[in-house]
């Protein structure tokens, strides 16, 4: 064998060793969290609250975080994903956020729902814009809020919130801030329907 193909046998050797050794980047776990908008509203009598089921588009039902690039890409990144399924982390903020603005309120999230909820609530996600290089997350979520007695309450609340910061923390932190909007107008409807009762 001539001492080339043994140095380029050797070179090659050397790079996969390298390669094997090289650590990939570290992948990160975000949550969505509750986040105070505005004062709670009175509440007189205890009041149980039943969120579920929350569905999410195909697009973002997936552990990693997805940003959008332009109207017709996506950035789907290995290395920064969701803490737990999306559906979950959204059914639970709105749960944390309605607990904050009715007082008095017990909220369970689907599918543990609280005996005897006098009130149930169904959330569709139909978009949650995640924008790749600053500017505003958006979502768009349909609900209906369901009294035990009397009529469903339907809205759809579309938030448009800026992303105050770099990177997925501050892009995270908007979509909180904009579940939070849409908890306040869910409140607001559940307390439209408890004033309908008396």
Same mark, same amino acid.
Not at 85 to 108: C, F, H, M, N, Y
């Given at each position: 064998?001539?001492l080339y193909r043994v140095l380029a046998l050797a070179t090659?050797?050397?790079?996969?060793?390298?390669?094997?050794?090289?650590?990939?980047?570290?992948?990160?776990?975000?949550?969505?969290?509750?986040?105070?908008?505005?004062?709670?509203?009175?509440?007189?009598?205890?009041?149980?609250?039943?969120?579920?089921?929350?569905?999410?588009?195909?697009?973002?039902?997936?552990?990693?975080?997805?940003?959008?690039?332009?109207?017709?890409?996506?950035?789907?990144?290995?290395?920064?994903?969701?803490?737990?399924? &999306?559906?979950?982390?959204?059914?639970?903020? =709105?749960?944390?956020?309605?607990?904050? &603005?009715?007082?008095?309120?017990?909220?369970?999230?689907?599918?543990?729902?609280?005996?005897?909820?006098?009130?149930?609530?169904?959330?569709?996600?139909?978009?949650?814009?995640?924008?790749?290089?600053?500017?505003?997350?958006?979502?768009?979520?349909?609900?209906?809020?369901?009294?035990?007695?009397?009529?469903?309450?339907?809205?759809?609340?579309?938030?448009?919130?800026?992303?105050?910061?770099?990177?997925?923390?501050? =892009?995270?932190?908007?979509?909180?801030?904009? &579940?939070?909007?849409?908890?306040?107008?869910?409140?607001?409807?559940?307390?439209?329907?408890?004033?309908?009762?008396?």
């Amino acid at each position: 064998m001539s001492l080339y193909r043994v140095l380029a046998l050797a070179t090659i050797a050397s790079s996969v060793i390298a390669v094997g050794c090289a650590t990939s980047p570290t992948t990160r776990f975000y949550t969505l969290s509750p986040v105070r908008v505005g004062e709670p509203t009175s509440a007189v009598n205890p009041i149980a609250i039943a969120i579920g089921p929350v569905t999410v588009p195909d697009l973002v039902d997936r552990p990693q975080i997805v940003s959008t690039i332009d109207v017709n890409r996506v950035s789907i990144d290995e290395f920064a994903r969701w803490a737990d399924p &999306l559906k979950s982390q959204v059914a639970r903020a =709105l749960a944390e956020d309605l607990t904050q &603005l009715i007082p008095g309120s017990v909220v369970s999230v689907y599918p543990q729902r609280a005996s005897g909820s006098s009130h149930g609530v169904s959330v569709d996600v139909q978009s949650f814009d995640s924008p790749k290089d600053g500017g505003a997350v958006t979502s768009a979520v349909v609900w209906s809020v369901r009294p035990s007695k009397g009529n469903a309450i339907d809205g759809r609340s579309v938030v448009r919130e800026n992303v105050r910061g770099a990177g997925y923390n501050a =892009l995270v932190s908007a979509h909180s801030r904009a &579940l939070a909007y849409v908890a306040s107008d869910i409140a607001a409807a559940i307390q439209s329907a408890r004033r309908q009762r008396f």
